[in-house]
């Protein structure tokens, strides 16, 4: 009897799960493929406003890229750079502006949800004034593109070859949360690696080695 | 499907299927708590659970930037700053390679006018210090944690009344080369109506100070110029090993070691000593004598020389020469043919020796030029008649307030627990130990020091040339820099940062040798950045020369020895004195003679061993009946050994090394480094020879017996041999051609002599036509008559390449990680062994064995001439390493330990930390090719020859590595692959290896160029 029972158990667990994983057979994907990763940031920054419509250069703020392996997440001070000034999005000052203009008053500082939470983070409460004794912490960013310990990428030798950010990183132009847009594995690597010692990068020569070790040490 | 089993306990059971029967009988009748299908099954379920695991997102990692970068910083490049290592004394240059904020490669300098480029194993080996989570982080209180004000205000009310009682205040250091640390602490003891500064060493060069106080009217050690000397003659001094400054001396005596096929010359090198030292080994012709006759010999030369020279002191009559006289003619006609250019050295802690010494130099026209007084050495200050004096004073309790610095004290001398009973009588003891060490325990306060990599200091190793050492990083700990507890002692306030400045503006900005007038901003910053600065020196302070005559041969004259046994204490490479006790890679760096690891013993000659019936590992007893000291250690038979002589390393049994008891992988069988209640080795210091004004670490008043207990060395030199053993050999290749050796004179003659005569073409290759290198095709050469064995590589390996620390049952297992390896070869008799040592890591064969066994690829060649080794795809079937014929592959047996976070931050971030169950072995520092490739790159230049460099090759102080690009034929490898000299290890076996050795020359017409055995 209790055969029939651990039987009809064990066919019910089969069908849920089966049904379980084929609603998600969309998202299936090897052990440590993270294509698709997009987890919520501290600060909800913007890489399609910045990147994208207003243009920056991604290298503006990832300065790094040219110059050694990581690119590098942006000190706080380069958004201060700007955000020292800028403290909300264009349409709401230029709104406050006009209404200030009719109403014969000084604009009133307006600073947007996002950029309250970067002014947080430097212990300032607007842009310009530090509080006293004011301790300035990091912005804790959640990794996106995080390959594993054993893989090295030097971001220099990619720019300095002529790869295009968005080559590995995708249309992060667009992206208001960035997400990774490439699977990361090795077969992807090894392909463009192909690819650009067969064919060149944008019209000329380059040697993209095969070797293990380029990668592996 | 419905058995019954037999055992009642069965029948019960819920689950019992048919599965339960088979399982019964397959176990003999006895059931096992588990079945096999039960284990099955949850094994699988628990797989598939991980395996699902994997298809879920990893747990959110946090980047966390700078809120403002630092200027020129790029988040994971390596920076490096100029710095002096403090490892010892001798001041070399450093250049500390600083990543993301922590300290990971020390390299040399090769800019720096001592070292020149060199740096030793300790050097190597100070991360490992730094990032020690048994340092002391805060101050010490009667050995309770305490605050800083709270010590302070302690120390200054105590300081105070001794001050009003006029007590006597002694401050004991090592060494300090430091003019503001000399000067800050002279500044804190002026205060004081009865307050002295003592130099302490524990490998002192005491005698010959107080010598040249004799023979010259100073107390002065002088600079040794080895790269001005054609004829060295060493009587015990251990110069490229342990004595005063073995980096620069390596460095100096390499630039004449290497003769060309155009100049077939170099110099000659003759070594004295009783047990066989690293120097020894590195002779051109090294005799045996034991210690206590160096003065009897050094007599003789000198009435030989005397003689040469046409005037002859009036002497007493000579004891009889143990060294042949023949020998010794030849010896006299080499130095003074060699005058002005010869140097007799000497590390006999008798003044009287010394002297005579000082008289041969004289004599042979040294002085002002292998000699240098005018600029002498300051590495070593200590003065043992000091220290004798300062015993006595606190056994007399004559002494309120203790200061110990930099050695630890009761350590380091013999009388321990006299001397503890004698301390605790002191009023107040302050120790600046970074550790608890013998002395802190017995200390009042601790007050910690910062680790050198932390600290603001300076040296002067040699007068003239002012080093700077700036820290690397923030104190990880509470820690304060000595020269500003000084200063608060004194009542100031200033930074050890401020210290430093003051004092460089009133003593050192004056000697400046810029003819410009310079501000003090401008000298310091250069200073900084170049790491040192060459000053006026202090005046030369030797007031008389040559007031030599026959007395000093004379209190030599009639010395005889009759004693059974001369002990001869030493330190080995890597430990020197205490200091080092607590780095596991020193602890398991091999001795580059011995090749023991983690353990001090006595060593005995073959015969003497015969005699008393001795083998590897008995445990015998070593005791001076004139003070009751004794001591029992492990017996090591070794080659070269004077029959008299017994030697014991120092630097053992340092309190605390318990901590190794589990420093490797813990396992069912696997044994503790460390027995239960012991320390890594024993302190041979109660042994030292307080007798006769100084600390002697050589005495003849010693008996040795055998106990019957035995204790198990490990030795890494037993195994990874590549010799075939004589029983299978083949006839006609019962000995290889590892090492290959010619004579100066044949060499002269033929600079290909020494090959032996191959029978194939070399032109045969497996894969001739798909396999073109026409890249880069990474090779290296190794000079065998440049490298010295000193084993720096082979720390510099270590760091770089993340090799872990096994512990002493590991290594006796043969299962030691190290990927270089320094294999040492004797040859001849053991009254003139000829040694010869060979590092020796991946070869980077082109036909290489190991390629071909692997059954996963995980070991391929790359179109640059590398053999890789590709971790993840390796199984562990070692293959490889059965058919690798060099036995270089390491097998990671274990994952071992990375428990300590700490100790963590010391992993290079290039280099995979590899896992248990795979091989590893030599990459050529591939991490470091590809980041030379990339610089290059970005800076769209090509690469340079030299600019990369790998580990090995760095720190090499006497430059015996050299590699590079094979296809660029402007390179230095590719002129060393063309040398004369050159030859490749077993390549009859056309494995055409991609590293290469240059044959061995020696300075000699008699050689016995037979390979030598691996013993």
Same mark, same amino acid.
């Given at each position: ?56 250069? %991604? ?105 295009? %950010? ?48 380029? %990668?592996?040490? | ?91 070399? @240059? ?69 001050? !009003? ?12 080369? /430091? ?72 460095? !100096? ?241 200033? /930074? ?345 890591? &991946?070869?980077? &064969? ?105 580990? &090995? ?40 290896? /991609? ?9 000699? @017409? ?10």
């Amino acid at each position: 009897m209790h055969r029939i029972i651990v039987t009809v158990i064990l066919l019910v667990g089969l069908f849920y799960s089966l049904i379980v994983l084929a609603s998600g057979m969309s998202k299936w994907r090897l052990p440590d493929n993270q294509q698709g990763y997009s987890p919520k940031q501290p600060i909800a920054y913007s890489h399609r406003l910045h990147a994208g419509e207003l243009g920056i250069d %991604c290298k503006f703020c990832h300065s790094a890229a040219e110059h050694g392996q990581h690119a590098g997440i942006p000190s706080t001070d380069v958004c201060m750079k700007c955000h020292k000034f800028v403290t909300s999005s264009f349409d709401v000052l230029q709104e406050e502006m006009k209404k200030s203009d009719k109403e014969k008053r000084k604009p009133n500082t307006i600073i947007s949800a996002e950029l309250k939470e970067l002014y947080a983070t430097l212990d300032l409460d607007d842009p310009k004034t530090p509080r006293p004794n004011g301790k300035a912490n990091s912005i804790p960013w959640v990794r996106v593109h995080n390959l594993p310990d054993f893989v090295s990428f030097d971001h220099s030798a990619h720019v300095t070859a002529g790869v295009a %950010c968005q080559k590995c990183h995708g249309p992060v132009e667009s992206m208001e949360r960035v997400r990774q847009f490439e699977s990361l594995s090795m077969g992807w690597c090894v392909n463009c690696h192909r690819d650009a010692t067969e064919n060149g990068i944008d019209g000329h020569a380059v040697n993209a080695s095969l070797n293990c070790t380029v %990668c592996h040490h | 499907m419905n058995y019954e089993t037999s055992k009642p306990d069965n029948v019960n059971d819920a689950s019992g299927d048919g599965a339960r029967a088979a399982d019964v009988d397959l176990h003999g009748g006895e059931s096992p708590e588990i079945s096999r299908r039960r284990f099955l099954e949850a094994a699988g379920f628990t797989f598939s659970f991980v395996a699902l695991n994997g298809c879920s997102r990893p747990t959110p990692e946090l980047a966390l930037p700078f809120t403002e970068q630092p200027e020129g910083m790029i988040p994971g490049q390596s920076q490096s700053y100029a710095s002096t290592c403090a490892g010892c004394p001798a001041g070399c @240059g450093l250049l500390g390679g600083v990543r993301d904020g922590r300290p990971l490669k020390m390299e040399g300098m090769p800019e720096h006018p001592l070292s020149k480029g060199g740096l030793c194993a300790i050097g190597q080996a100070l991360p490992l210090g730094l990032y020690d989570s048994h340092r002391l982080k805060h101050p010490l209180q009667r050995g309770e944690q305490a605050e800083w004000k709270q010590v302070d205000q302690t120390i200054i009310q105590t300081l105070e009344k001794v001050d !009003a009682s006029g007590g006597a205040v002694r401050f004991v250091t090592s060494t300090i080369t /430091s003019p503001t640390l000399r000067s800050s602490i002279d500044a804190f003891l002026k205060r004081f109506s009865d307050a002295r500064h003592i130099s302490f060493d524990s490998l002192s060069c005491s005698a010959i100070l107080d010598a040249h106080e004799k023979t010259h009217g100073a107390r002065l050690l002088p600079h040794y110029r080895l790269e001005d000397a054609s004829v060295i003659v060493s009587f015990g001094a251990d110069f490229l090993g342990t004595w005063i400054s073995p980096v620069e001396f390596t460095a !100096a005596w390499r630039t004449r070691r290497v003769p060309t096929a155009e100049r077939p010359e170099m110099s000659y090198h003759a070594h004295f000593e009783g047990r066989m030292s690293l120097t020894g080994s590195n002779a051109d012709r090294r005799f045996r004598l034991a210690p206590d006759e160096f003065g009897v010999v050094l007599s003789h030369l000198y009435v030989s020389l005397a003689e040469r020279s046409g005037e002859v002191p009036q002497h007493d009559a000579l004891t009889e020469s143990p060294l042949a006289a023949a020998d010794l003619a030849a010896l006299a006609e080499r130095l003074w043919a060699a005058r002005g250019e010869s140097l007799v050295l000497c590390d006999s802690q008798d003044v009287a020796v010394q002297v005579l010494v000082n008289a041969i130099n004289y004599l042979l026209g040294n002085y002002g030029k292998t000699v240098d007084i005018a600029r002498p050495s300051r590495q070593r200050q200590g003065s043992d008649r000091d220290l004798l004096e300062l015993i006595d004073e606190l056994r007399a309790g004559k002494v309120s307030a203790l200061f110990v610095a930099g050695t630890d004290l009761t350590h380091n001398l013999p009388g321990h627990d006299t001397l503890a009973e004698a301390i605790g009588k002191v009023e107040l003891v302050v120790s600046f130990a970074e550790r608890q060490d013998d002395f802190a325990s017995l200390a009042h306060f601790v007050c910690p020091d910062h680790h050198s990599l932390e600290a603001w200091m300076d040296a002067e190793p040699v007068s003239g040339l002012v080093s700077l050492s700036q820290p690397m990083l923030q104190p990880l700990g509470k820690t304060r820099s000595i020269l500003e507890s000084l200063a608060r002692w004194s009542g100031h306030e200033d /930074s050890a940062y401020d210290i430093l400045r003051s004092s460089w503006e009133t003593n050192i900005l004056p000697r400046t040798m810029s003819t410009t007038a310079t501000t003090l901003r401008e000298f310091w910053d250069r200073s900084l950045h170049d790491g040192f600065v060459e000053v006026v020196p202090t005046e030369n302070a030797a007031t008389k020369v040559g007031d030599f005559d026959a007395s000093s041969v004379n209190v030599i004259a009639g010395r005889g020895n009759a004693a059974e046994y001369c002990l001869t204490l030493y330190s080995k490479i890597g430990l020197t004195d205490s200091r080092h006790a607590h780095n596991p890679w020193l602890q398991e760096l091999p001795d580059p003679v011995t090749k023991v690891t983690w353990d001090n013993y006595v060593s005995v000659s073959a015969a003497t061993a015969e005699k008393l019936k001795l083998i590897d590992g008995d445990v015998v007893r070593v005791a001076t009946p004139g003070n009751g000291a004794s001591l029992e250690l492990p017996t090591l038979i070794q080659r070269g050994q004077h029959d008299r002589v017994i030697s014991i390393a120092l630097g053992y049994g340092v309190k605390g090394t318990d901590r190794f008891a589990k420093v490797g992988p813990q396992w069912f069988e696997g044994r503790p480094t460390v027995e239960p209640g012991g320390l890594v080795g024993k302190n041979a210091a109660s042994l030292i020879d307080p007798g006769n004004g100084s600390l002697s670490l050589v005495r003849s008043d010693v008996t040795l017996s055998k106990t019957d207990r035995r204790h198990d060395l490990a030795s890494t030199q037993e195994y990874h041999s590549l010799e075939i053993p004589p029983n299978v050999a083949p006839h006609g290749a019962e000995v290889r051609d590892i090492v290959q050796k010619t004579s100066l004179p044949e060499f002269a003659k033929n600079p290909e002599s020494g090959k032996p005569e191959h029978h194939f073409d070399g032109q045969l290759q497996l894969w001739p036509e798909d396999h073109a290198k026409e890249g880069h095709r990474w090779g290296m050469a190794i000079d065998m008559n440049a490298c010295t064995g000193c084993s720096a590589c082979l720390v510099a390996c270590q760091s770089e390449n993340n090799v872990p620390v096994v512990g002493k049952d590991e290594v006796r297992r043969q299962r030691e990680m190290h990927w270089i390896r320094i294999d040492r070869y004797y040859g001849g008799d053991d009254d003139d062994v000829d040694v010869s040592h060979q590092p020796m890591m &991946c070869q980077h &064969c082109d036909n290489a064995p190991c390629e071909t066994v692997c059954p996963v690829l995980a070991t391929v060649h790359s179109d640059e001439g590398l053999n890789e080794q590709v971790y993840n795809r390796c199984v562990g079937t070692r293959y490889c390493a059965n058919n690798c014929p060099y036995k270089v592959r390491r097998f990671n047996w274990f994952d071992y330990p990375h428990e300590d976070s700490l100790l963590n931050l010391s992993l290079n971030p290039d280099v995979a930390v590899r896992s248990r169950g795979v091989m590893e072995k030599c990459s050529m520092c591939v991490q470091r090719i590809e980041e030379g490739k990339i610089d290059a790159k970005r800076r769209g230049a090509p690469l340079v020859d030299g600019e990369i460099k790998t580990a &090995c090759q760095q720190s090499c102080p006497a430059q015996a590595i050299v590699f590079g690009d094979l296809n660029d034929a402007e390179s230095a490898i590719h002129a060393a692959d063309e040398n004369p000299r050159g030859y490749g290890v077993l390549e009859e076996f056309n494995f055409r290896q /991609s590293v290469s050795y240059l044959r061995v020359v020696r300075n000699r @017409g008699d050689l016995q160029t037979d390979g030598g055995e691996h013993v």
